[in-house]
């Protein structure tokens, strides 16, 4: 008899990113990711909608990196700034070793902003990055 329900979640752990040539990322402390899209109900005769209308589709995210993770991405880049980099894309792999691995592949990347911040006490000096994402292919 099986100790869980559905065998091993995924947890950061489970999580390999890459983006930029580099095959596994790890100065990263946190990544997110959403697509939204407008919805808005249409109206005719009666007090119930009669239609649906969808507008763009965005997508945006952000990720958290340590100095010196950011220090080698502009290194890679010829030393740009981070908002001069291309285009690129992120996968991220999820893998916890019981179902087969998956990943979301977050396409068309750029950074929209480049900075620094450091602060008396802070030991972890991660710092968060705000991207614009042209695209995000769930499951891939």
Do not use: H
């Amino acid at each position: 008899m099986s100790c869980f329900v559905n065998g091993k979640g995924y947890g950061w752990d489970s999580l390999r990113i890459s983006f930029l040539g580099n095959p596994d990322v790890i100065g990263v402390t946190s990544l997110n990711y959403e697509e939204t899209q407008e919805k808005t109900n249409l109206y005719g005769t009666g007090n119930r909608p009669v239609e649906r209308a969808e507008g763009k589709v965005e997508c945006k995210g952000g990720i958290k990196l340590y100095p010196s993770e950011i220090m080698n991405i502009q290194k890679a880049a010829g030393g740009k700034s981070l908002i001069q980099i291309p285009p690129f894309d992120i996968v991220v792999t999820f893998n916890n070793g019981v179902e087969p691995p998956t990943s979301d592949t977050l396409r068309c990347c750029q950074f929209t902003k480049n900075a620094r911040a450091f602060s008396n006490g802070d030991n972890e000096n991660a710092q968060e990055l705000e991207l614009v994402i042209g695209k995000i292919e769930w499951n891939s």
